[in-house]
């Protein structure tokens, strides 16, 4: 696959509805042990409007969507990842969300593909910047 065809491309818009069974099927996936992430009225007495994720659950936003630049066959790694929130993601709301690769880079034999996912709430306010480096191995 080309790569570098796709680089600066942005997937379509596609929402992600989040709920406490994701929040809390997902908490238990990571071996979460905080009861904030399932217990409602602890949110509720913390201060939150309903159950905040916890703070990677964007990355399984992924799975939303087919990205064109990862429908290659290959295999791929994460080597660094970091989300950025204006507010936390919570349970009762949809996001919508977008991903862009923002650059395709070679290192040895090694294809290095920087992507940014964003996320905005329903009135259009982006809630988080995630940027994941995925890195794998150039076929020849």
């Not at 990355?59 to 969507?65: A, E, P």
Request: aromatic share 14%; charged share 20%; proline share 5%.
């Amino acid at each position: 696959m080309d790569y570098y065809s796709y680089e600066g491309f942005t997937t379509t818009p596609f929402k992600v509805a989040v709920t406490r069974e994701m929040i809390a099927d997902y908490a238990r996936s990571i071996e979460e042990t905080e009861s904030l992430f399932f217990n409602y009225k602890e949110a509720i007495n913390k201060g939150y409007a309903d159950i905040p994720a916890p703070p990677c659950m964007p990355m399984i936003f992924w799975q939303y969507i087919k990205v064109p630049w990862m429908n290659g066959g290959d295999s791929f790694i994460h080597k660094y990842q970091s989300i950025n929130y204006s507010e936390p993601v919570m349970a009762g709301q949809t996001y919508t969300c977008m991903i862009t690769l923002k650059s395709v880079k070679s290192k040895r034999s090694f294809l290095i593909l920087d992507n940014e996912l964003v996320g905005e709430n329903e009135r259009g306010k982006v809630i988080f910047t995630s940027n994941s480096t995925l890195i794998g191995e150039m076929k020849k």
